[in-house]
């Protein structure tokens, strides 16, 4: 499989492509930032002869959901967000609150999950994993040995809470049930750079990541 970081906009936002080696098909997660972010990101599927099918939302705050649009009138991807955030994001609060930061809400999507939705991508499958905490419809997504956490575990880290729908108890919760029981081994890929690498191990976070040694396994 092919999965590629990129980072875009102004918040040091990953965005990932992740695509099957054999079929050339590939999803884009988080496609956030400007004009030039998305341009970075269409580079990247050129350069590597991919089509882009999908476009995926980790959760549905303005910063991950701003290049939906562009990139999916840019390449006909359908684009997929969990049914709970797809419903938060779209009210006239939402946008109000995107436009708060000089962003605009992401329309509804096309494709609304729930907890254990696999999407097939050429030969490999895209499992959601519902991780409600940072959002109500937060999602992680497990492809292969490969988690991708957007703004619920960072390198360090966990997701802010104080945002509306947020909860730390909620988010504690899932990590512990969701995502602990998962591989040692498995790589961690966060929604921003805001740890001391850009990537990581669960096995890792176990052992260093404040959140989980004190507020989960030390309780
Ligand atoms: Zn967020
Ligand atoms: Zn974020």
Same mark, same amino acid.
């Given at each position: 499989?092919?999965?590629?970081?990129?980072?875009?906009?102004?918040?040091?936002?990953?965005?990932?492509?992740?695509?099957?080696?054999?079929?050339?098909?590939?999803?884009?997660?988080?496609? +956030?930032?400007?004009? !030039?972010?998305?341009?970075?990101?269409?580079?990247? /599927?050129?350069?590597?002869? %991919?089509? =882009?099918?999908? *476009?995926?939302?980790?959760?549905?705050?303005?910063?991950?959901?701003?290049?939906?649009?562009?990139?999916?009138?840019?390449?006909?991807?359908?684009?997929?967000?969990?049914?709970?955030?797809?419903?938060?994001?779209?009210?006239?609060?939402?946008?109000?609150?995107?436009?708060?930061?000089?962003?605009?809400? +992401?329309?509804?999507? !096309?494709?609304?999950?729930?907890?254990?939705?696999? /999407?097939?991508?050429?030969? %490999?499958? =895209?499992?959601? *994993?519902?991780?409600?905490?940072?959002?109500?419809?937060?999602?992680?997504?497990?492809?292969?040995?490969?988690?991708?956490?957007?703004?619920?575990?960072?390198?360090?880290?966990?997701?802010?809470?104080?945002?509306?729908?947020?909860?730390?108890?909620?988010?504690?919760?899932?990590?512990?049930?969701?995502?602990?029981?998962?591989?040692?081994?498995?790589?961690?890929?966060?929604?921003?750079?805001?740890?001391?690498?850009?990537?990581?191990?669960?096995?890792?976070?176990?052992?260093?990541?404040?959140?989980?040694?004190?507020?989960?396994?030390?309780?």
């Amino acid at each position: 499989m092919i999965i590629e970081q990129i980072t875009v906009g102004e918040m040091e936002v990953f965005c990932y492509v992740i695509a099957c080696d054999e079929t050339r098909e590939a999803a884009a997660i988080d496609p +956030a930032g400007d004009r !030039d972010d998305i341009e970075k990101i269409i580079a990247v /599927l050129e350069e590597k002869d %991919l089509q =882009l099918s999908y *476009i995926i939302n980790t959760h549905g705050h303005a910063d991950h959901t701003f290049g939906n649009q562009l990139l999916a009138s840019r390449t006909g991807a359908k684009t997929v967000m969990h049914e709970l955030d797809d419903d938060l994001f779209t009210t006239e609060e939402a946008k109000a609150w995107a436009a708060a930061f000089g962003l605009s809400a +992401a329309p509804p999507v !096309d494709i609304r999950i729930t907890d254990g939705y696999r /999407l097939p991508l050429g030969n %490999l499958t =895209l499992e959601f *994993i519902h991780t409600p905490g940072h959002t109500p419809g937060a999602v992680c997504v497990l492809v292969e040995n490969n988690l991708i956490t957007g703004d619920t575990l960072f390198v360090g880290a966990v997701g802010r809470t104080d945002l509306p729908g947020g909860s730390m108890e909620t988010l504690l919760k899932s990590i512990e049930e969701k995502l602990l029981p998962l591989p040692g081994e498995t790589v961690i890929w966060p929604g921003h750079d805001y740890g001391d690498q850009p990537t990581s191990t669960l096995s890792r976070e176990m052992e260093t990541n404040p959140y989980i040694t004190d507020f989960i396994l030390d309780k």
